[in-house]
């Protein structure tokens, strides 16, 4: 005769759910963080809140209450645009390099030898983003000449196939990202100079995914002398790949070469349904982008398909209780990092307007929202600087967190490029500079 399960023990079920619950969602955290260790208890403890309420707000979720967001419209967006752009200028120096970092509470800026090539790449594409907005050619110029700067690292593979090179590292992100700089410039000016060398460097992406032959992207070309960096130390960027992709996707509607668009196709074979990448915060963002681009060029459902599944994804990780003080930030950690994620959703928005899903598109909206109210707390304005020695300095730079007050270029750029996104998607504001028409022109493959 069976024995019944009692009562007792029937009550204390979710609690023993919650502990798996929370049991999982620690492990996740030092998944994705390899700091967990060595974060202060306080940290940990928001962090696991933070998880715990998300899961809790994924199944039902709050209504976004509107005095929230009724500081936000397309002024704010627009004057926090170009104070963070002009803080970026601020930061250039005469070779075209940006420095990397100020602390405004030590005055004190970067060591030269701090540096990181990527998000040098990285922050000329954004000042491209606000020179559309705004045509100002201050913009453009400070774009160029940190492509300038970028190209003294420029290393051919052979005559067809060119990478950079900085401090012995030939990153697939670092052929990536000064690709899409050149390719804005391309499209707003109709300046082909760069055609040969985008073409080459393109042919580099396509060369490290045919490494594996599975449609994945090995992420580096050489690490410190090590040509198999990524076979011995276990270890793919999650980053890369997205910024890869966005890059061929920008070479494809620029010059209508169908391998790079047979390129995105394997990789999409590849890391559609891969839970190791699907699961990573730095993978979602970049990939939403390029495949948002692929859908507005070809209108194949596929595409949007994917977007749609990783923008639902990445939402997930939003922080939507509007009592918290991080009330828009996302995952467990709240930081400007939530920038980055911003630039994908907001691509993700443009995408459920061009395929009429209203819902989707409404919600995406409102995340939005949220998302800027938290960033804009993060800049700092004309109205802070009370205690620190040089208010002129910081003016427009996004810090790092709200207990972190370093301003760093590509947590800047981030925010700058998702509330451009913001004022043109969300705010339906046009762009002072069109694109020209010539940037369509087929090119011949470099010989």
Do not use: C
Request: glycine share 6%.
């Amino acid at each position: 005769m069976k024995k019944k399960i009692s009562k007792k023990w029937l009550w204390s079920l979710p609690f023993f759910a919650l502990i798996v619950i929370l049991i999982a969602v620690g492990y996740q955290n030092m998944r994705h963080l390899q700091s967990w260790w060595r974060l202060p208890s306080d940290v940990k403890s928001q962090m696991l809140e933070l998880e715990t309420e998300r899961i809790f707000f994924w199944i039902f979720p709050p209504n976004p209450p509107p005095e929230q967001f009724a500081h936000l419209h397309p002024a704010t967006l627009q004057k926090s645009i170009i104070l963070g752009a002009d803080w970026i200028l601020s930061m250039q120096e005469s070779s075209g390099r940006f420095q990397y970092w100020y602390d405004p509470v030590s005055n004190r800026f970067s060591d030269p030898l701090d540096d990181n090539f990527l998000r040098q790449a990285g922050t000329g594409f954004s000042l491209m983003m606000v020179y559309e907005l705004t045509g100002d050619q201050r913009y453009l110029e400070s774009a160029q000449q940190n492509l300038a700067h970028l190209q003294k690292f420029l290393k051919l593979l052979s005559p067809d196939k060119a990478y950079f090179l900085y401090n012995r590292k030939a990153k697939l992100g670092g052929i990536s990202l000064p690709m899409l700089t050149m390719l804005k410039i391309r499209e707003l000016t109709g300046n082909q100079e760069y055609d040969t060398l985008l073409q080459k460097l393109a042919n580099m992406i396509l060369f490290l995914q045919e490494k594996y032959q599975t449609g994945q992207y090995k992420s580096t070309y050489i690490y410190r002398g090590d040509y198999e960096y990524e076979k011995k130390k276990g270890w793919e960027s999650k980053i890369y790949p997205g910024e890869a992709m966005l890059a061929l996707a920008g070479m494809y509607q620029t010059f209508q070469d169908p391998r790079y668009k047979d390129s995105i196709d394997q990789a999409l074979g590849f890391y559609a349904g891969n839970a190791e990448f699907e699961s990573s915060h730095a993978f979602l963002p970049w990939t939403i982008s390029a495949f948002t681009s692929l859908y507005l060029q070809t209108q194949e459902s596929r595409y949007a398909d994917y977007v749609i599944k990783l923008a639902d994804l990445l939402i997930r990780q939003q922080n939507i209780d509007p009592d918290d003080q991080v009330y828009g930030s996302f995952h467990g950690v709240p930081s400007i990092n939530t920038s980055s994620y911003l630039e994908g959703l907001a691509d993700a928005f443009l995408l459920t307007q061009k395929i009429g899903d209203a819902k989707r598109e409404k919600l995406y909206a409102d995340r939005l929202k949220m998302g800027y109210r938290w960033i804009l707390l993060l800049q700092s304005t004309e109205v802070d600087g009370q205690d620190i020695a040089n208010p002129q300095q910081a003016l427009g730079g996004f810090q790092s967190s709200l207990h972190k007050s370093q301003q760093r270029i590509d947590n800047t750029q981030h925010s700058i490029v998702a509330l451009t996104k913001g004022l043109r998607y969300f705010y339906d504001i046009s762009p002072a500079v069109q694109s020209n028409p010539s940037r369509h022109t087929p090119q011949p493959d470099p010989q």
